[in-house]
């Protein structure tokens, strides 16, 4: 249906002590969930007679934990390096080549449906390749595996938000004599932001998990994919699930990172949905 | 008045058709040779000029590709007998689907309805949503292990825990594109509902769902790439062996006999997340019939 | 009994707005009321106060007797915006049997109403059409089937073709005039154009902004059916004159008092 012009509420004014507590609020049902699935989990595991060694208490995870830190921590570090390289390559290219075909758009035009069918492509059974092109123990073969996974739907939502611009906006452009890299700098870029953005979050989970996917069929044994494989096929879980918390931390991390980022550069885009 | 879609006499419209499948075919085609041209003449080049950056090319690291496509006509002698490559990939392809199937099914049917939960009840949202976000933090495919042998003690097949793995990884983005979707309905159609005095279920069925297909589609379109990943990764610690990802394990296990192995059945597990998205996009034309987009 | 009692109402919004200040206007079975002003002036507001889709700040609404929600909750009236809203998703005839779905009418009834409503408007044939396969004129007719498909006694328009061409909105119109008149329905109407007010209403109800109310209210005394020859009468340019005027002694421009000086009776 054609979008009618929606009225959008000013944001309100208040202080900032006012407009954090606010937000404080809302965070509760949230807290008041974890602490609930802590407590349950904590107690039916001796309830329910659930065999600790898949599923130990948070307690014991949190102990293990802690004794383990350095080594879990560093081990964290290795993966994250690995995923962060393999993001920065994977979505720089992708960028770098959705711009390019943003501005020849009837090539980009032609291959768009051949990127779209290419982010079909289950990328994570190449990494076994990846282990016998680069040294398996270094990390530049686990970013490899990170870029290629991050590449295509930085590509193909990138371009997309560059194209989808209003015809208007363009030929408003034309009118006022700008060339084509004006029309770039000016519209089509802050208009595929927004997209961009989407796409970077999406790449910071996807880069994490080809990391510690990409160790499960060789890494280094300071790498935290090894260290939750191994100890998980010699029983040993609660290390296993700490690694596993440490993955999360990381993983959780890195997107609030690019979130972060997304709130102070699109400021100007009106949040809807509410 | 006249109306914008004119009716055109039937063989134009037919001529039209035929055009753009020709077009279609003739556009794969060259895409495909481009892509053997720039392999091919990579390949040459990097072992011509003997350069090692980014890695050493030569038959193991990067065979010719007749040579993947003839591999694919023999009897494989890495441990599997039995029939050629390709039909053994097929059984392989079949059964990982399969798996692929059951995990979408079930994680896109959950995706949905927690997204129409969330949409209807802001406290729910508000508790749940950072978890829902969170939980693809988990490299569930680390956890694949742990999954498989508890749901095991349970007696439930190991096929079923590469389906479950395959449905975790399967529900977030319909989770989030529904609720998306809903959120985003016109306002003047909610207006409009108001006027007619229809109730909350009302609303929801006949405006907000179907104004938030297009949404839900293409996240069903992401999730079906995820379902197929979930299932070959997943079946590397479920130890099966009739699945793509049992294949790639063994074939990884021998690359430096017979690296066109692998490279065959890569080329097998990319086809069928290809066939995967295309089934939807299908659906999807079916489903949802809208004015065609417009972009610049 | 008016069809619509609106006593002392007011309406301010969060953020400290005042779109209406004091309205008081009542409307009379089978009356074609406009209501017209400068953007700011809050007709739309006072329609969808009408239509119990905003609740006023002060004040009263009485809608056929009952209190504006109820008449909503029992489906006296049929709105039709400036843009058609049509479910891209559903053919032309499912859409307009879409509130007719929602009041539980079987399927039969549902489909032979549907063809009336064609007919009305001169779509027959278009059923199994969907929306974006119609022009802008075709989408607000369909818009207009739909509205008056449940048959209800009053109809609000918030200014249904301001996104049409000229003559489309000429032609649409006298169609509307033509289905006022068969429906026997109260019709209250929102517009920029004066022309249009003029042309299509029994009274014409000229608002001001800052804060919204109503300035002046002027009758048309010119006979129905109207055609499209009445666009030349010399009385007819006289109340676009009139109207005019009363526009310009409402608004900033002029920033007179809203006094009754160059219009007929107030209500």
Redesign the interface.
């Known amino acids: 249906m054609t979008t009618a012009p929606v009225a959008v509420q000013p944001i309100p004014r208040g202080t900032l002590a006012g407009r954090v507590g606010r937000h404080a609020l809302d965070w509760i049902p949230a807290l008041v969930v974890l602490v609930v699935v802590f407590v349950v989990w904590q107690e039916s595991i001796a309830v329910f007679h659930i065999k600790r060694f898949l599923a130990p208490q948070p307690t014991d995870i949190a102990s293990t934990f802690w004794t383990n830190r350095h080594e879990l921590i560093s081990a964290g570090w290795f993966t994250f390096q690995e995923a962060l390289g393999g993001f920065a390559i994977g979505s720089g290219l992708g960028l770098l080549i959705a711009l390019i075909l943003a501005r020849w758009r009837s090539f980009g035009r032609a291959l768009m449906p051949y990127l779209i069918a290419a982010n079909a492509i289950p990328i994570i059974a190449f990494a076994p390749i990846m282990n016998a092109w680069f040294d398996p123990f270094s990390k530049g073969s686990k970013m490899a595996i990170a870029a290629v996974l991050c590449f295509f739907p930085v590509l193909v939502n990138t371009l997309r938000g560059l194209t989808s611009v209003h015809p208007q906006s363009i030929e408003l452009m034309r009118s006022y004599g700008a060339g084509e890299i004006e029309t770039f700098r000016r519209v089509r870029i802050p208009t595929a932001l927004p997209f961009i953005f989407t796409a970077l979050k999406i790449a910071t989970v996807l880069a994490m998990i080809g990391a510690i996917v990409g160790e499960y069929f060789g890494g280094a044994f300071t790498a935290l994919g090894v260290l939750i494989d191994s100890r998980s096929t010699t029983f040993q879980f609660k290390e296993a699930w700490a690694g596993i918390g440490v993955a999360c931390a990381y993983g959780i991390a890195f997107y609030l990172g690019v979130a972060i980022v997304e709130r102070l550069t699109l400021r100007w885009v009106p949040s809807t949905g509410e | ?1 006249a ?3 004119a009716e055109q006499p039937a063989e134009h419209r037919r001529a039209a058709v035929v055009r753009t499948a020709a077009e279609r075919v003739g ?1 794969l085609v060259l ?1 495909l040779a481009a892509l053997w041209g720039l392999w091919e003449g990579y390949r040459w080049l990097w072992i011509h000029e003997g350069w090692t950056w ?2 050493t090319v030569d038959s ?2 990067m065979p010719h590709i007749h040579d993947i496509l003839r591999q694919l006509f023999r009897k494989p002698t890495s441990g599997v007998g039995g029939d050629i490559l390709l039909v053994q990939l097929l059984h392989a392809a079949w059964f990982t689907a399969k798996e692929a199937i059951v995990g979408f099914a079930l994680g896109a049917s959950f995706g949905f309805l927690l997204g129409v939960a969330l949409s209807q009840f802001r ?2 949202q ?6 829902v ?2 939980s ?4 569930i ?3 694949a ?2 999954v498989v ?2 749901l095991g ?1 349970l007696h439930v097949a190991p096929w079923f825990s590469v389906a479950v793995i395959a449905s975790y990884l399967t529900f977030f983005p319909v989770t989030i594109n529904t609720l ?1 979707g809903l ?2 309905t ?4 909610l ?2 509902m ?5 109730g909350r279920l ?1 609303v929801l069925w ?2 907000r769902i ?2 938030a ?1 297009p949404y839900i589609f293409s996240a069903l ?1 992401v999730s ?2 995820a379902s ?2 979930g299932a ?2 997943g079946e ?2 479920s130890s099966i062996q009739q699945g ?1 990802g049992g294949f ?1 394990v063994n074939f ?1 296990q021998y ?2 006999l017979n ?1 066109e192995n ?2 065959a ?2 080329l097998i ?2 086809l ?3 066939a ?3 089934v939807i996009v299908l659906v999807e034309a079916i489903v ?4 065609p987009e ?3 | 009994m008016s069809v619509v009692e609106i006593k002392d109402v007011a309406k301010r919004f969060d953020g400290g707005t005042v779109a209406l200040e004091g309205i008081e206007l009542a409307i009379e079975e089978r009356e074609f009321v406009s209501l017209i002003g400068p953007s700011g002036c809050g007709k739309s507001t006072l329609l969808r106060i009408i239509g119990d889709l905003i609740r006023p700040t002060a004040g009263t609404v009485r809608v056929n007797g009952k209190p504006a929600a109820q008449a909503r909750t029992d489906r006296d009236y049929g709105i039709i915006f400036q843009d058609a809203v049509l479910y891209d998703w559903r053919t032309i005839a499912r859409n307009i049997s879409l509130p007719l779905e929602l009041a539980r009418w079987n399927r039969r009834r549902r489909n032979e109403r549907v063809q009336e409503m064609l007919r009305l408007v001169e779509l027959t044939g278009f059923e199994g059409h969907y929306p974006w396969q119609l022009s802008g004129g075709m989408q607000q007719r369909v818009s207009i089937a739909r509205a008056l498909s449940f048959d209800p006694s009053l109809l609000l328009m918030d200014e249904p073709f301001g996104a049409l061409d000229e003559m489309t909105r000429e032609r649409l119109n006298l169609e509307l005039l033509r289905i006022w008149e068969a429906s026997g329905s109260t019709v209250v109407f929102v517009t920029h154009s004066i022309a249009e007010a003029v042309f299509l209403s029994t009274r014409v109800v000229v608002m001001s902004p800052r804060p919204g109310r109503i300035s002046h209210v002027i009758p048309i005394d010119l006979p129905y059916p109207r055609t499209a020859a009445i666009r030349e009468d010399p009385h007819f340019f006289e109340l676009v004159t009139n109207v005019r005027e009363a526009l310009h002694l409402g608004s900033d421009l002029d920033r007179k008092p809203a006094a009754p000086a160059a219009a007929e009776a107030q209500p």
């Open positions: 008045m109306t914008i879609a556009m895409v980014p890695f193991t690291t406290l729910l508000r508790g749940l949503l950072p978890y976000v969170a693809q933090t988990v490299p495919l680390a956890v292990p742990i042998v508890y003690s998306r959120q985003s016109n306002r003047q159609a207006e409009l108001r006027s007619y005095a229809a009302s006949k405006l179907p104004a297909l379109k079906a790439t197929i990943v070959i990764i590397a610690p793509l790639i990884n690359y430096s690296p692998l490279w059945t890569n597990a990319a069928l997340g290809i995967f998205f295309l949802v019939r809208r004015a417009h972009v610049a």
